[in-house]
């Protein structure tokens, strides 16, 4: 038998009694009130009077709650340490899921070393950063062993975007202390579904942008900028992170414009303009006989210029594991050193000594790779031991600037499959033995 819901409502009207009728339109009338109270709380908690300054791109965001650093004390004035508001937006922020932290835009804000940490945050926190951030130039804001200054810890959808600008004010690292261990500008640790969009990380007293044991990472639309001379200045730097892309972003430092390092796999890089710099970088790898896995990488749509490489592997004598599985393609370079590199030999400058074992090289191919060098077009210095399998190279086409020199391989197995210019005859056809190709990648397969 089928009763409609508006039968059963009609049973119910007709059933209550004149004074609970009076009763429940008094209840009705409390329960009005009370979500007219929640809502002027709402608009007083997610809706502060600045509103009307709030950037656009968070107009949409109805139901978020909006954390302004400068309603918790901070003067944006670039001289008072604003540190200890900007933890308290955080910890505001950290409580609520979707939650908005922002930093406005007309300020500068001096902070000092400081984490944004989770576990225990809502997921989806997006700090918005319209401002400008810089970094006490001081020893004593520093302290002793500090390795970065702006971290994001063990987070889930992780957010920082704006127009806003990160500045390291670096050169007082550069010069003071230009071999020491300095810190990162911006880095992410044991975290997932992280962006960065929009932002320009300047001056870095070291590394720009890191991301150590993160899982699903966009980076795009972001601007790195750093003299040319200034020392280990990396623009982004990748270990033990999985599924991460890169794309749309403008890269110029003092040294790799991204460097890849072990533990990484599923990277995309793509459309990126790098340079000056030292190139795009996997490695080094395998340094005082550690163990390096590296696999599924792809470079393509990317322009290199006014830098020491072009795109580069490196690795240290002494090493294990592999790197397998990378793809270099449609790249355009100008005025590099060296276009393409494989250095199994690689040293930093330090007494380094002959070793057998090292992180075995398989599965690179480059294909339509354009432009100009100045000393050397491609150089494969590959393991006595461990030689280099699988190397492809398809449409190169390469002009010196300056000097001709010839490419040159060293233990190097593949195959071209194309005419190159220059003509590259230095690959080795025949297939290593056996036991050499196998060298190490088994220790890298899970």
């Not at 009077?49 to 709650?65: E, F, I, N």
């Not at 200890?84 to 835009?105: D, G, I, Q, R, Y």
């Amino acid at each position: 038998m089928k009763i409609s819901i508006f039968r059963i409502l009609t049973v119910l009207l007709v059933w209550i009694p004149e004074d609970g009728g009076v009763a429940a339109a008094g209840k009705l009338k409390q329960m009005q009130q009370r979500r007219r109270g929640w809502r002027r709380l709402a608009d007083e908690t997610f809706y502060p009077s600045y509103r009307d300054s709030m950037p656009s791109s968070l107009q949409y965001r109805k139901t978020s709650a909006i954390f302004n650093v400068l309603k918790f004390g901070a003067k944006g004035d670039g001289r008072t340490d604003d540190t200890k508001a900007f933890e308290a937006a955080w910890l505001a922020a950290c409580k609520l899921e979707a939650s908005t932290m922002v930093v406005p835009k007309g300020s500068v804000f001096l902070v000092k070393p400081v984490s944004f940490s989770g576990p225990d945050c809502g997921w989806n926190i997006v700090f918005q950063l319209d401002g400008k951030i810089i970094a006490p130039t001081d020893s004593k804001s520093w302290g002793s062993g500090l390795l970065q200054w702006l971290e994001f810890t063990k987070l889930n959808g992780i957010t920082i975007r704006g127009n806003g600008v990160i500045d390291g004010q670096g050169s007082v690292w550069w010069t003071d202390s230009p071999t020491s261990t300095k810190p990162t500008a911006v880095r992410f640790y044991g975290s997932s579904d992280v962006t960065v969009t929009g932002i320009t990380i300047q001056n870095s007293q070291q590394t720009h942008l890191k991301f150590d044991n993160c899982q699903s990472v966009q980076v795009f639309d972001i601007t790195v900028s750093s003299p040319g001379d200034s020392p280990n200045t990396d623009g982004i730097h990748l270990q033990n992170s999985q599924d991460v892309t890169i794309h749309s972003s403008k890269l110029a430092c003092g040294d790799d414009c991204v460097s890849i390092q072990t533990g990484c796999s599923g990277v995309n890089i793509q459309n990126v303009d790098c340079g000056p710099g030292h190139g795009i970088s996997i490695g080094s790898l395998g340094k005082d006989n550690t163990k390096a896995c590296v696999s599924n990488i792809t470079v393509s749509d990317t322009k290199i210029h006014d830098s020491l490489n072009g795109v580069r592997i490196k690795t240290w004598q002494g090493g294990s594991g592999s790197v397998q599985r990378v793809t270099f393609a449609n790249i355009q370079v100008s005025n590099v050193k060296t276009a393409i590199m494989i250095d199994q030999y690689y040293c930093d400058g330090s007494k380094c000594r002959n070793m057998t074992s090292a992180v075995a090289v398989s599965g690179i191919s480059y294909r339509n790779i354009r432009g100009t060098y100045t000393v050397n077009p491609i150089h494969f210095a590959c393991s006595d031991t461990s030689p280099c399998t699988d190397v492809t190279l398809d449409t190169i086409q390469l002009q010196p600037v300056q000097e001709n020199h010839e490419p040159f391989c060293w233990n190097t197995y593949g195959e071209l499959k194309t005419s190159t210019n220059p003509p590259i005859d230095c690959l080795m056809v025949a297939k290593p033995s056996k036991k050499q190709a196998q060298s190490n990648y088994d220790s890298c397969e899970v």
